[in-house]
């Protein structure tokens, strides 16, 4: 199944349970503050589509698919992207 890294700046991060629920719904993990890595069908704007839905107008999102050639430092997703079961 494709992984997505997820990367927003939030207005207000105190109005965003439904947004987060989205992000909670699929296999995850919270990389760092604004930045998670999800697994999940369908392709990247459908994914942008329903968590825009969820969000301010003034809000940031960005959804891009993760490929075989990632790399990271000092981050919890290593282990989370080379696990064979999520």
């Known amino acids: 199944m494709p992984v997505y890294a997820v990367n927003y700046d939030l207005q207000r991060p105190d109005a965003y ?6 992000l909670e ?8 503050d604004g930045f ?3 697994e999940t069908e369908g392709d990247a704007g459908a994914l942008r589509d329903r968590l825009k839905a969820q969000v301010h107008q003034d809000d940031a999102i960005f959804v891009m698919h ?6 990271g430092a000092g981050t919890r997703c290593g282990a989370w992207l080379n696990a ?3």
């Open 17 to 22: 349970d439904g947004f987060y629920d989205i």
């Open 25 to 32: 719904s699929v296999p995850h993990v919270s990389v760092m």
């Open 36 to 38: 998670w890595l999800l």
């Open 66 to 71: 993760v490929d075989e050639d990632w790399a």
């Open 84 to 86: 064979e079961a999520r």
